[in-house]
């Protein structure tokens, strides 16, 4: 079965500051993207990787990331002005012989293999999967002044991640449906709910986080350093 990865790295990253966009700010030495992109390599499983990026930043990722670590059947694409709109730019790249698109943040360093597989085979037999965790804390629904509304069952409640995978013709279909619709949702499993399609739930590690805040990158500092740690055999 052939599988595509499209890896959405458009983001500026202005919440974490500064001039460099989160993407190519180093983890343990290491550009986050280039440890997202040489996991997914170690997983064996894709044809190709689409790497979006700012149209601005694709010669510095070829320079900083693709060369230096290695990485192959790599494709640079530029990203959108939203990141729906850089999955659909990576999809537009895609080998039409694909079978399954997974799509996973580049700011997410963390997957394992072993996730990897999983979500493919059952993608193989439910069309559309995502990765997600438990809910751990009671949620809120706020209206618009700031009163809670809903408190809605907390055990049915997931947080959703990446990977999240699909037939190929499935995502295709719902990016250019929702383009048709002015729709913009919050990540691509809601563009195939939208068609009446069930999206399998995963679930997945506490420790797949999104780098997004400076508090994200110390919180996966410290993920690294327990991984080496527990890798070496070395007391935590």
Same mark, same amino acid.
């Given at each position: 079965?052939?599988?595509?990865?499209?890896?959405?790295?458009?983001?500026?990253?202005?919440?974490?500051?500064?001039?460099?966009?989160?993407?190519?700010?180093?983890?343990?030495?290491?550009?986050?993207? @280039?440890?997202? $992109?040489?996991?997914?390599?170690?997983s064996?499983?894709? #044809?190709?990787?689409?790497?979006?990026?700012?149209?601005?930043?694709?010669?510095?990722?070829?320079?900083?990331?693709?060369?230096?670590?290695?990485? %192959?059947? @790599? #494709?640079?694409? @530029?990203?959108?002005?939203?990141?729906?709109?850089?999955?659909?730019?990576?999809?537009?790249?895609?080998? @039409? &012989?694909?079978?399954?698109?997974?799509?996973?943040?580049?700011?997410?360093?963390?997957?394992?293999?072993? $996730?990897?597989?999983?979500?493919?085979?059952?993608?193989?037999?439910?069309?559309?999967?995502?990765?997600?965790?438990?809910?751990?804390?009671t949620?809120?629904?706020?209206?618009?002044?700031?009163?809670?509304?809903?408190?809605?069952?907390?055990?049915?409640?997931?947080? %959703?991640?990446?990977?999240?995978?699909? %037939?190929?013709?499935?995502?295709?279909?719902?990016?250019?449906?929702?383009?048709?619709?002015?729709?913009?949702?919050? &990540?691509? #499993?809601?563009?195939?709910?939208?068609l009446?399609v069930?999206?399998?739930?995963?679930?997945?590690?506490? &420790?797949?986080?999104?780098?997004?805040?400076?508090e &994200?990158?110390?919180?996966?500092?410290?993920?690294?350093?327990?991984?080496?740690?527990?890798? %070496?055999?070395?007391?935590?």
């Open positions: 079965m052939r599988v595509t990865a499209i890896v959405p790295a458009a983001g500026g990253g202005q919440r974490l500051g500064g001039g460099v966009s989160k993407q190519f700010l180093p983890l343990g030495g290491i550009p986050i993207l @280039a440890r997202t $992109l040489l996991a997914l390599e170690a064996r499983v894709f #044809a190709e990787m689409v790497v979006v990026v700012p149209a601005e930043d694709l010669e510095r990722c070829q320079e900083e990331i693709i060369e230096p670590y290695g990485i %192959s059947r @790599a #494709a640079l694409v @530029a990203g959108g002005n939203e990141r729906q709109d850089s999955v659909y730019n990576g999809l537009k790249r895609a080998s @039409a &012989d694909a079978e399954l698109i997974l799509i996973h943040d580049g700011v997410r360093p963390f997957l394992s293999a072993e $996730l990897i597989w999983s979500i493919i085979q059952e993608t193989r037999i439910h069309r559309a999967t995502v990765v997600a965790i438990p809910a751990k804390e949620i809120k629904e706020v209206d618009e002044e700031g009163f809670a509304v809903v408190t809605p069952e907390r055990r049915r409640l997931w947080i %959703s991640q990446t990977p999240q995978t699909f %037939s190929h013709e499935l995502i295709r279909e719902a990016h250019e449906r929702a383009r048709t619709d002015g729709f913009h949702g919050t &990540d691509d #499993a809601s563009l195939v709910e939208r009446g069930k999206v399998k739930v995963i679930p997945g590690p506490f &420790d797949n986080i999104k780098i997004t805040t400076a &994200d990158l110390a919180l996966a500092e410290w993920i690294l350093k327990r991984r080496e740690a527990l890798a %070496s055999g070395a007391e935590l």
